[in-house]
């Protein structure tokens, strides 16, 4: 995730984030602005990263984040959120955590974080630029289609879309499984008596 401030939306204030899946190899990315990282958000951005991308990894590295990993007390075995758990079983993609304490195990998504902020997202400005998520979505899927993901490869010689391409190879593809039904749970205090 990355903050990218705050909007209004229907008269309330809310937070701007950006969801970014990069692939590993081909460093070609995903982006989608949001404004909750509740687990319903991150599952639906993940299925149209694994549409726009071409497949599903078989392995995603994360951040300690609680939609993710809940606990990290017993380093061999995470405590991992269930719901997140259920979902990454269910497209065959194993989750890995970062290491503590080690900000370069995650350095190409937040390089492709700090891209997106200095060449897409610089100068926008919400009811100025931009009046709803939807239109700066629909131009950041254009700004991705025909400027991130077709510019050079910053460590090997060619575009990252020439190595994308190659990568789409070894995904795992996501055109034969149906949406994972996203149900969130709802939570009820229930009195001694069951009411």
Wanted: hydrophobic residues 35%; aromatic residues 14%.
């Amino acid at each position: 995730w990355g903050h990218f401030g705050k909007i209004e939306i229907n008269g309330m204030p809310v937070n701007l984030y950006v969801f970014v899946l990069v692939l590993s190899s081909s460093r070609a990315a995903y982006a989608e602005f949001v404004t909750s990282q509740k687990q319903r958000i991150l599952q639906n951005c993940h299925i149209n990263a694994f549409k726009h991308l071409g497949g599903v990894p078989r392995k995603i590295r994360y951040d300690n984040m609680k939609t993710v990993v809940i606990s990290r007390k017993d380093k061999a075995n995470p405590s991992w959120n269930f719901e997140f758990k259920n979902f990454a079983q269910y497209y065959k993609f194993e989750p890995e955590l970062c290491p503590l304490y080690y900000p370069r195990s995650k350095g190409k998504v937040e390089a492709a974080v700090k891209f997106l902020r200095n060449n897409f997202f610089n100068g926008e400005v919400f009811n100025k630029t931009f009046y709803t998520i939807d239109e700066l979505n629909e131009r950041l899927q254009k700004w991705l289609d025909n400027y991130a993901n077709k510019r050079k490869h910053p460590v090997q010689s060619g575009s990252i879309e020439f190595f994308w391409h190659n990568e789409q190879k070894v995904l795992q593809p996501i055109g034969s499984i149906s949406d994972f039904s996203i149900v969130s749970p709802q939570i009820r205090r229930v009195s001694r008596i069951s009411m």
